[in-house]
Nanobody, 122 residues
Framework: QVQLVESGGRLVQAGGSLRLTCAASGRTWRGYAMGWFRQPPGKEREFVATISWNGISTYYAASVKGRFTISRDNVKNTMYLQMNSLKPENTADYYC???????????????WGQGTQVTVSS
């Protein structure tokens, strides 16, 4: 079993930066691929970025590549999402998740946090 808790979401102006944190617990969490997904208001949950269990491989949605950076620290039991040059369309509830396949969409992730809200004002 893996437990995930996100933090760091808040209101920020367009062009600003935020760092989201996902605190993980559970004996086997280090062996899982991890990911950030988001759900904009009135829309379905979508992929943002994923990272392999050892942090070597990462994947990004085209819309965030070059602006967002996913990372993990298996010693600190933490995953991060550094978000720069934020845009109003990045407004969403952001969720961290743990799963077996770095290339999988939301349905491929078994464990989820409760989400943290990010609002980007124009």
């Amino acid at each position: 079993q893996v437990q995930l808790v996100e933090s760091g979401g808040r209101l920020v102006q367009a062009g600003g930066s935020l760092r989201l944190t996902c605190a993980a617990s559970g004996r086997t969490w280090r062996g899982y691929a991890m990911g950030w997904f988001r759900q904009p208001p009135g829309k379905e949950r979508e992929f943002v970025a994923t990272i392999s269990w050892n942090g070597i491989s990462t994947y990004y949605a085209a819309s965030v590549k070059g602006r967002f950076t996913i990372s993990r620290d298996n010693v600190k039991n933490t995953m991060y999402l550094q978000m720069n040059s934020l845009k109003p369309e990045n407004t969403a509830d952001y969720y961290c998740a743990a799963g077996n396949d770095i290339r999988a969409g939301p349905s491929g992730y078994a464990y989820w946090g409760q989400g943290t809200q990010v609002t980007v004002s124009s």
